[in-house]
Structures are given as C-alpha cells and as structure tokens.
C-alpha cells in the first residue's frame, strides 16, 4: 500500500493502470481477510464432514456474489470495479 505511488512510478504507468493498481492496493488487498476466513470456514466444514456445505458455499460467493458483482461494477468502475467485486 505504501508503494503504490513508487510501483506505478517505476512501470510508468498512465492515470488508468494507476487508479488499477490504487484499487488493489487499497481496497483489493484487504479482501483477502475475508478469503483467508473463507478457507478456514472451508477447512472446518470439509473437518467435520460436510463437504458439500463447503461446496455450496464456494458456489455461493463465486456465481451468485462475486461474478454478479464483477459485471455490474465493472460498469460503474471499469477494470477497477472488478477489483471492488471480490
């Protein structure tokens, strides 16, 4: 996060791969907490013996949260809005 304005000074990027790159470095980082929680919450479930609710809620996220998500704030937001998406 602290490097962002140096990454983007090094690739020469234009204000378009900037603000991309801003996203993910401001926003896109911190949502992998949430992926981390969703691998210990698949962990415990395949652990106790209910690998289909770990299935199901794999499904859930990808093609009924993040993939709708994607579509309607790349709209919005262009490539960065896929970012906001996970």
Not at 1 to 10: N, P
Not at 58 to 63: E, K, L, P, Y
């Amino acid at each position: 996060m602290l490097a962002t304005d140096f990454i983007s000074a090094v690739f020469n990027l234009d204000p378009k791969g900037a603000d991309i790159l801003w996203a993910f470095t401001h926003i896109g980082a911190g949502t992998f907490i949430f992926t981390g929680m969703m691998f210990v919450a698949n962990a415990a479930f395949n652990n106790m013996g209910k690998p289909v609710w770990s299935t199901a809620l794999n499904w859930f996220r990808d093609g009924l949260l993040t993939l709708p998500a994607a579509l309607w704030l790349s709209g919005i937001f262009a490539a960065s809005g896929v970012i906001y998406a996970q």
